[in-house]
């Protein structure tokens, strides 16, 4: 098959009916907003109520799993949102499908043709399509995927420990590849579900299967081809978009905030155009590479294409709330943006807390990392611990030495004596092992506060709380760290002791709402991040600390939010970037928000 060609006629329709795909995701929008979100969050919320849970976490699955209707209400929520992933891709597919075959169609005829389908959602089958729903997610950055799709992924905290070896690196790749393959051999699935009428999912990825067995080459550059034109074409746009604004601030900067807010609102009107047309290209290129008759006319006829007048088609050409619609969104989003730009990006008070010290420079944990986290102007370097069996305690975050040190014991079967005696090596550094005594007084003496984890191994002394205390008592240590835990009851015991130490809740994974605890901070990965979590944080705790962020654009992203404390891997490109915003001109910072 002629894969430019394909491209070429599937672009040719999406220009053709553009505004009827626009208007979609705007009925798909106003739908998730309205009636599917709330839906979902009602379910969810009874989820936890019934198993007496806050939220999903790693503490509480297990909760989750003993409680059977629990257990049911969260079968019914993950059904929901297949079915409204599988709604969506459906409505395209069948959309490019009558496009391609010049047929006319109305929404009612589209909706009942996959509403038709809901028997096969009545059974066992219903599981299968969860899991296709998750077999697709490689393809989700490149067009085939939808609103709710494309938030899902894996944790970042688990793909940078697999990153961290190299193993895990190859297992990683390995995995994806695989996925990937297979996502690309199911591709043609949901287009056979909805289209043919008495085959069910099963045959329908049966059949996928067969067709995409000669297709595989060809359709992963027919999926490469449509990620390099959507990616062009936005570069493109984007740049035209700037060019005025490029120009006014070298010769007429007095109008530059104006511009500003014009550049930046095509820039938006621009992404929410390429978001919604990407999908629906992607999806005719499928639809077209598929064995039919109508398929062959408009591979060889395009000039002939039938433009068939919709209802739909004709009411958004004639519809008077459109016309006035869309010209007051635009007015209010110049406006807004006006106010936007005259504010100051980012939050200047955010603290960045060196990950395990600055493992660019040293390995991590070291006496070595600390100094080079001084050196980037870190406001806080993080650290782990753990208790030796003379119940001293010792900065290590391995519960084994084989990775650091190439020794396969136990850190609390040694002494603190012969831990500091062993040498560690990583990213070409090496190093001794350090005690927390010596580590708080390197700090100390050039005045960094610390980020403490306790990581207990569970041969901890059962004074283990008091006797950390002790030490950062006797150190004069306690208004310069926050002692932090994944564990809760750790947690607990070390404010029993001493009400007056700064802790942290370490929470790695949840879904749902924030705990109330006693603790004056609350640590969150990246992944469980939103708007309801930021704002619980506010009310619950006095500080809200994100890790481990390390990406460049999500630094950034973090920063312009209501936070704490950033913690990363990378101190001095984050102090860089949290610094910078003094000199920024609107060009500058319309880049940064994009």
Sequence with gaps: MNIFKIVSNSFYRIKENWLEYLFSSFVFSIIRTILIYPTFSILFNRVLNNADIFAITDKSILSLLNNPMSMALLVVLLLLIAFTIFYELAYYFLLADYQIKGKEYSLREILRQISAKWKYFLSFQSLILIVYIVLLLPLATIGFSTELSGKIKIPNFIIDELLNTTSGLILYAVVIGIISYISLRFLYTIFLFVTETEIDIIQALKESWKMSRKRTLSNIVLVALNAFIAALITFLLLMACFLPLWITERFLPQISLYTASISLTLMYLAFIVLGTLAQPLFI????????????????????????????????????????????????????????????????????????????????????????????????????????????????????????????????????????????????????????????????????????????????????????????????????????????????????????????????????????????????????????????????????LLVWTVNDDEKIKEYLKIDIDGIITNHPDTSVNIRDDDSSKTFFDRIAELI
């Design 284 to 543: 005719n290129s499928i639809v077209e590479t598929m064995d039919s008759p109508y398929v062959e006319k408009s591979r060889k006829y395009k000039d002939s294409y039938i433009r068939p007048h919709t209802k739909i088609k004709i009411w958004l050409r004639k519809s008077k709330l459109v016309k006035v619609f869309l010209p007051l969104m635009i007015i209010a989003t110049l406006i807004a943006n006006i106010f936007l730009l005259q504010d100051t990006l980012y939050q200047p008070d955010i603290a960045i807390i060196a990950h395990r010290g600055f493992m660019e420079h040293g390995v991590e944990n070291s006496l070595t990392a600390l100094k080079a986290s001084i050196d980037a102007k870190a406001d806080m370097v993080e650290l782990d611990i753990q208790e030796t069996v003379d119940e001293e305690f010792v900065v290590m975050h391995d519960y084994n030495l084989k990775r650091l040190a190439g020794i396969n014991r136990a850190v609390h079967t040694m002494t603190l004596e012969e831990l500091e005696n062993v040498e560690i090596y990583q990213n070409g550094f090496s190093d001794k092992i350090p005690s927390l005594k010596a580590f708080i007084q390197f700090a100390k003496d050039n005045k960094m506060a610390l980020l403490i984890e306790v990581k207990p191994h569970g041969h901890e002394s059962p004074d283990m709380e008091k006797n950390l205390m002790a030490l950062i008592r006797e150190m004069d240590f306690v208004d310069m760290c926050i002692v932090q835990s994944l564990d809760l009851n750790v947690l607990d015991k070390i404010k029993e002791v001493d009400e007056e130490i700064n802790t942290c809740y370490v929470i790695p994974f949840l879904i749902g709402n924030l705990p109330d605890t006693v603790h004056d901070f609350i640590a969150m990965e990246d992944y469980s991040i939103n708007d309801k979590i930021i704002a619980q944080s506010k009310e619950k705790y006095s500080g």
